[in-house]
Every structure is written in C-alpha cells, then in structure tokens.
C-alpha cells in the first residue's frame, strides 16, 4: 500500500480536470467534425448524444479516481465525516442562499425554469443528468486539492480545495464560456471549498450541496 503524498494528491487533481476537459475536446473538435456543424447548430439528438458520451467518460474518470485512491492508497473519499454542527449547518444555509440568489441574478429568473423553457423535457432531463457528473468531478478536485495543502503545510482550516477548484474549473469558464460566468465560477468554486471544510469532508454530504448550488 503506497502513501497518499501531496503530488499524488495533484495528480488527481489533473485526472480529474482532465477528465471534464474530455468534453471540451469532444465540443470543440471531435464532435463539430462528425456532426458538420458547431454545438450551437446541433439537434436535439446530437446534444443529448454528446451529454451521454460525455457522462459516460466523466462516470468511468471518477470511478477511476476513487477506485484507484481507496485501493492504492487506502485514502477511502467514501468514509463519513463526524456530525456537522449546528452553526456550520447555519454558515452552510447561508452559501446555498447566496448561491441561489447570485443565480437568480445572473440567469435573470430560474436557472431551471429557464434552462426548462429553452430545452424541452428531454433535453432538460439529459442536461441535468450531465451537471450530475459534472459535480462529481468538481467534487474531486476540491477534495484532492484540499488534501494536498494540507499534507504540505498541515493546515486544516483553509479551503485550499476552492481554490485549486478556481484555478482549474473556474479559470476554464473564462475560455469555454465567457467573461461573467468565469467570474462566477471562481467565486462557486471558494463557496464550495467552505463547505467542504464545513460538512467536516463528508463527501456525501459535500456533494449534495454543491449539486444544489451548481445546479439550482
């Protein structure tokens, strides 16, 4: 059984960036290729079948990575957390209010009412399906971030997993999307750091929330 070093901990880090990558690559070059038009010219076929092929190697990239941390390294990212206090579950209200209101912002109303309207059931139900897998990625990074920080500098109340998630999720947003979404994604990415420290590294619970404030 090999120790978890911080390096090791990068490298999963990079996986797992790499691996949400994946759709950048199938976006922008493999996709347009065999489909003959850019993303925003595909049908609904052709966006459904591109959150299904994108899912599947985002599914098969977190297997990988917990499987591989669990047996290798003995670091178990399923392991419960101790119970969360009552005013961390207050500071966690809090973020998911403020993400929820951000949202609302940014989106101009509902991000689900809206994303509801534009696609359709089908399409709707495929995306959010696709932003299912996609947190779990976030998720990774976060966890493995933190993880390595704190093996280098034994700190453990700094949310150094958001800001290894804003350095690499959030800065992609600036070339994948535009200008205000990174903005936003970077500063999601520090709320999902505290909560990860506030849900005392319950990945269970990690993930629900941040799925909540991703998605809602």
Known sequence: MKKLTGMKCIMFVLIAFAGLGIEAALAFLIEPIVYGSSMNNWNTFQNIAHWIITCISWGFVSYFIINLSKKKYRFDLMEKGTKVKNWQWLLIIIFVIMSLIISYIDWNGSKV???????????????????????????????FGQKAFEKWFNKVNIPY??????????????????????????????????????VNRDIRKTYSILWIMFVL
Do not use: D, P, R
């Open 113 to 143: 009412l809206k994303e509801f309207n534009y696609n359709g059931l089908l399409k709707f139900i495929f995306q959010y399906i696709y932003y299912t897998f996609e947190v779990m990625l976030v998720t990774l990074i976060l966890i």
């Open 161 to 198: 997993g958001g800001i290894i998630l804003a350095l690499t999720w959030g800065v992609a947003h600036f070339f994948t999307k535009n200008i205000s979404t990174g903005i936003i994604t970077i500063i999601s990415s520090l709320a999902f750091g505290s909560i990860y420290l506030l």
